[in-house]
C-alpha cells in the first residue's frame, strides 16, 4: 500500500507539491491567529463539586462572574493606604470605570473599612472591579478597564484576574516560542547538514515542519472556535511540529538517498523510501496521535486539548511527510545530494569500498559487545534507570495559579503580592454552601450553622469562618455567641443593627448559606487541597447538607479527576501503541518488549522531573522559583506525549532489524546490523528533538520549561541507555522468541500486510551499504 501511496506521488508529483504549498500557505493566514482564540483557564472538571458549586454562586449570589483585582500602590514613602489622601487617589483613579456598562460595581477599603483590602505593611491596596461578564469575555475587556483607570500622579496599579492573566499569558506564551525557535532551529539544521552532508537534503526536514507547524496551528484555531484549548497548546504544537516533522522527514530523506546510492532510478528511490521508512512514519503518526489521545479521557478542557493539538500535530507532520516531501523528492532526483560537504562525502565514499567486515561501524561492533554479555549490561543498566526513576516516589501534585510566571509579568506580581503582601487567603476563600432546612435564620438553623462554622475554624489550615452569622461586638470584638446572632435575626426589620441585612444579602439565598473559610496556606499548595475531604467529610449537622468549592476544592477535584482517569488513559495507549507494534512487525514480543522499554524512559523522565522542579535542584541552572510541588497535569502530558514520540525510534530501528531478519535468519547479525544502519539517523532524530525540547527549557513560564527539560531527557535516556544497551541484550536473550507470535494471529498480521518487505536488494546479502550519515 505505502509503496503504490509512493508511486502515485511520485507520478503526480509537480500537483502535489503545489497543492501542499498552497494548502501550508493558506493555513499561515489563520495560524497568526491561534492565540488570540486560547485560554488560560481549563483545569476544572465541569463535573466536579467544586463546578457545580461555582455554578450555583453564579446562578444563586450572582457572584459567579468574572473580576479584576487592580493593586494600588504610592511612590511615596511612608505612604499609608488607609489615609483619606491615598484612598481619595484610588477613587480619583478608579472614577472612569463608571461609565462602563461591565462593571456592575467596586468593591474595596473606601466602602467597606475593612483591612483585609490593606497589605499588611500599609503601604498597598486593592480594588475588586467587579463585571458582568464570563471569564472568558473578561479578556476582552482588559485594555478598556485598563484605559479607564487613570491613577495621579505618584501612584502606580497592577491588574490581575482571569483577564489579565490571560492576556498576559498569551504574550509570554509568544514570546518563550520565539526564543526556543531562534536557539533550536539554528542547532537543528546544523545536526540536518552533518547528518546529511548537504545542504539541500538538510533543508528538507526544515522545509517540511515550515509547512507542517502553521498547518496545524491553523486546525488549532478552528478547534478552538468549538471547544475550549489551552494557551499551552500554542508551545506544545509547535516543540512537537518541530521535532516530529523534522524527525519524519530526516528518515525518509535518508533512506531517500541510501536507495539512490543501491543504483535504484529516482522513481523507485521514492517509491521504495515511503513503502519503508514512510511506512514506519505513518504508524509512528499513529502512535503519537494515539498516545495523545489518551488525554480525550480527561474532564479538565486543557487537558483535552492538549491531545487534540497534538493529534493534530502528528496528523499534520505525516501527511506533509508523506505527499510534499517524496513528490518534491522525486523533482530534485540526485540533486537531492547538491550543496555537499566535500570532506564529509569523501570519507563516506571511501569508507564504501572497504570490504563489510573492515567496515562494520562503531555502532555494530558496540550492539555485537553488549550481546556477547547480554545479562551483565542489561542488570546494572536497569537499575541506573529505576535508581534515576525513584524520586518519583514522593511526587505531589498541584494545580498553580499566575505564580507559574516570570517576575516582571504584570497581573504574575500583582497575584504574588495578593498572596504574600496581603492577608493570606482573603481573595481565595474556601466556599462552603450549606442548605437548611427550612428558614436559614431560625434560631436552630443558626446554631447548627454555627457549630458547623466552629468545627471548620478549628481545623489546622483554617484561619476563620466568614457568613452571615458571624458577628463581633463592634466595642469589645469578642465573637457574639449563636443564641445572640438568633435573636438580632428576630429582631423586626427595622430594628436590626446596622449591617445585619447586608450580610443576609450577601450570604444567604433562600434555604442556603454561604460560608468562607479563610485559609493562609496558597491554594495550589497540597496542603490547601488536603483540607478539602477534611471538610467535606465533616458532619454538618441534622437537616443541613453541604458542597465545597472554591480554588482549593477545584484544585482538589482536578486532582482527583486525573487520578481517576490516568489508569484508563496509560491503558489505552498501552495497549494500542502494542496493538499497533503487533500489526507492523508480526510479533507479540517485539510490543511487549517496546512498552517496557518506553516506560523505563519515562521513569527517569519523572524522576527528574520532581528532583529538579519539585525539589528545586538546579533552579539556579535553569532560572525558575522552585513551587515545591509538581505542576499537575505535566505528568500525563509528558507521559502521553513521550510513548508516542519513543515508537520514532523503536518502529525505525526494529523494522531495519526485521529486514536484516528476515533476510538472514541470524538474530545477533540482524541486531548489530539495524542497529548500525540506524545509527545515524536516530543520533540525529534524537539530537533534533533533544535540541528542540531542551529549547523550550529556556520559557520563562515554568510550566512549559518543566515539560520542554523533562522530555528532553526521555529522549536522550530512550536514544542512548535504551537503543544502544537495553534493545541489543534483550533481543539477544530473546533469541527467536523476538518474532513469535501464535499462528491465527501471525496468519492474521500476514494477509493485513502491514509487516515490512524484505529487503529485496540483490547486494544486500552479502554486502551492506555504509551508513548514510555523517554522525554514525
Not at 702 to 713: R, Y
Not at 733 to 743: F, I, K, Q, T, Y
Amino acid at each position: 500500500m505505502f509503496t503504490r501511496w509512493g508511486a502515485f506521488v511520485y507520478r503526480f508529483r509537480r500537483p502535489v507539491a503545489l497543492l501542499a504549498v498552497i494548502v501550508a500557505v493558506a493555513a499561515g493566514s489563520l495560524a497568526t491567529q491561534t492565540s488570540s482564540a486560547l485560554s488560560a483557564g481549563g483545569w476544572l472538571d465541569a463535573t466536579s463539586e467544586s463546578a457545580d458549586v461555582s455554578a450555583r454562586l453564579d446562578r444563586q449570589f450572582g457572584a459567579g462572574k468574572s473580576a479584576v483585582i487592580a493593586v494600588f500602590r504610592s511612590e511615596q514613602p511612608g505612604a499609608d493606604a488607609t489615609s483619606p489622601e491615598f484612598q481619595g487617589a484610588v477613587a480619583t483613579a478608579v472614577a472612569g470605570l463608571a461609565d462602563d456598562s461591565r462593571v456592575t460595581g467596586l468593591l474595596g477599603y473606601a466602602d467597606t473599612g475593612d483591612a483585609r483590602f490593606i497589605s499588611k505593611a500599609g503601604d498597598a491596596a486593592y480594588v475588586v472591579i467587579r463585571l458582568d461578564l464570563t471569564d472568558e469575555d473578561s479578556v476582552a475587556a482588559v485594555d478598556d478597564i485598563r484605559a479607564a483607570i487613570v491613577p495621579p500622579a505618584s501612584y502606580s496599579y497592577q491588574l490581575t484576574g482571569y483577564g489579565p492573566i490571560t492576556r498576559d499569558s498569551a504574550v509570554q506564551s509568544e514570546e518563550d516560542l520565539q526564543k526556543a525557535e531562534v536557539v533550536s532551529l539554528p542547532i537543528a539544521a546544523l545536526v540536518l547538514i552533518l547528518v546529511f552532508a548537504s545542504v539541500v537534503a538538510a533543508g528538507m526536514p526544515l522545509f517540511v515542519a515550515g509547512l507542517a507547524i502553521p498547518s496545524s496551528l491553523a486546525l488549532i484555531y478552528l478547534v478552538a472556535q468549538q471547544v475550549e484549548m489551552s494557551i499551552f497548546v500554542l508551545n506544545i504544537a509547535t516543540m512537537l511540529g518541530l521535532a516530529l516533522a523534522i524527525d519524519y522527514s530526516l528518515f525518509i530523506v535518508s533512506r531517500y538517498r541510501e536507495e539512490l546510492r543501491r543504483g535504484r532510478t529516482v522513481g523507485e528511490a521514492v517509491e521504495r523510501a515511503i513503502g519503508t521508512a514512510g511506512k514506519a512514519v505513518a504508524f509512528s503518526g499513529i502512535a503519537v496521535a494515539i498516545g495523545l489521545s489518551g488525554l480525550l479521557l480527561f474532564e479538565a478542557p486543557a487537558i483535552r486539548s492538549i491531545g487534540i493539538a497534538g493529534a493534530l500535530v502528528a496528523l499534520c507532520s505525516v501527511t506533509f511527510a508523506l505527499t510534499f516531501l517524496p513528490a518534491v523528492l522525486g523533482m530534485l532526483g540526485p540533486r537531492i545530494n547538491a550543496l555537499t560537504l566535500g570532506g564529509l562525502v569523501g570519507r563516506f565514499r571511501a569508507s564504501s569500498d572497504l570490504p563489510a567486515a573492515a567496515r562494520a561501524s562503531r555502532w555494530e561492533r558496540l550492539a555485537l559487545a553488549v550481546m556477547r554479555r547480554p545479562i551483565t549490561v542489561l542488570v546494572p543498566t536497569l537499575a541506573v534507570l529505576l535508581i534515576a526513576g525513584s524520586p518519583v516516589l514522593r511526587l505531589e501534585q498541584g494545580v498553580p495559579g499566575a505564580e507559574i510566571y516570570p517576575a516582571g509579568v504584570e497581573s504574575r506580581d500583582a497575584y504574588v503580592a495578593l498572596q504574600t503582601e496581603f492577608a493570606a487567603g482573603e481573595t481565595t476563600p474556601v466556599v462552603i454552601l450549606a442548605d437548611v432546612e427550612g428558614s436559614p435564620t431560625d434560631a436552630a438553623a443558626i446554631r447548627a450553622v454555627a457549630d458547623y462554622a466552629a468545627r471548620i475554624t478549628a481545623l489546622d489550615g483554617v484561619d476563620r469562618v466568614e457568613g452571615p452569622f458571624s458577628i463581633s461586638d463592634p466595642q469589645s470584638g469578642t465573637p457574639v455567641t449563636p443564641d445572640q446572632v438568633a435573636a438580632l435575626y428576630a429582631l423586626p426589620d427595622g430594628l436590626r443593627p446596622a449591617g445585619l441585612d447586608a450580610l443576609l444579602e450577601r450570604y444567604v439565598r433562600g434555604s442556603t448559606v454561604r460560608l468562607d473559610a479563610i485559609s493562609p496556606i496558597p491554594p495550589a499548595k497540597p496542603a490547601a487541597t488536603d483540607l478539602i475531604p477534611i471538610i467535606r467529610a465533616m458532619e454538618p449537622g441534622d437537616g443541613i447538607s453541604t458542597q465545597v468549592g472554591g480554588s482549593a476544592a477545584t484544585a482538589y477535584d482536578f486532582l482527583v479527576s486525573q487520578g481517576e482517569r490516568a489508569p484508563w488513559a496509560v491503558g489505552l495507549t498501552l495497549v494500542a501503541s502494542g496493538a499497533i507494534l503487533f500489526l507492523l512487525f508480526g510479533s507479540l514480543i517485539l510490543p511487549l518488549k517496546a512498552v517496557i522499554m518506553t516506560l523505563l524512559s519515562i521513569s527517569a523522565s519523572f524522576g527528574a522531573l520532581v528532583w529538579i522542579f519539585q525539589d528545586g535542584n538546579l533552579s539556579n541552572v535553569l532560572a525558575f522559583e522552585p513551587l515545591g510541588y509538581t505542576i499537575a497535569g505535566n505528568p500525563i502530558i509528558m507521559f502521553s506525549v513521550i510513548f508516542g514520540l519513543s515508537m520514532d525510534y523503536e518502529v525505525l530501528l526494529l523494522s531495519r532489524i526485521q529486514e536484516a531478519y528476515r533476510r538472514t535468519a541470524d538474530n545477533r547479525a540482524s541486531v548489530a546490523e539495524g542497529l548500525a544502519r540506524t545509527a545515524g539517523v536516530i543520533t540525529g532524530a534524537a539530537l533534533i528533538m533533544i535540541t528542540v525540547f531542551a529549547a523550550f527549557a529556556l520559557a520563562e513560564v515554568i510550566t512549559i520549561k518543566s515539560i520542554g527539560v523533562g522530555m528532553a531527557i526521555a529522549v536522550a535516556v530512550d536514544a542512548t541507555i535504551i537503543r544502544v544497551l537495553l534493545v541489543p541484550a534483550t533481543m539477544r536473550l530473546m533469541g527467536r522468541w523476538n518474532w513469535w507470535a501464535p499462528g491465527i494471529l501471525g496468519r492474521l498480521v500476514d494477509r493485513l500486510g502491514f509487516s515490512h518487505v524484505d529487503d529485496d536488494d540483490p547486494g544486500a546479502a552479502s554486502e551492506r551499504d555504509p551508513v548514510p550519515t555523517g554522525l554514525a
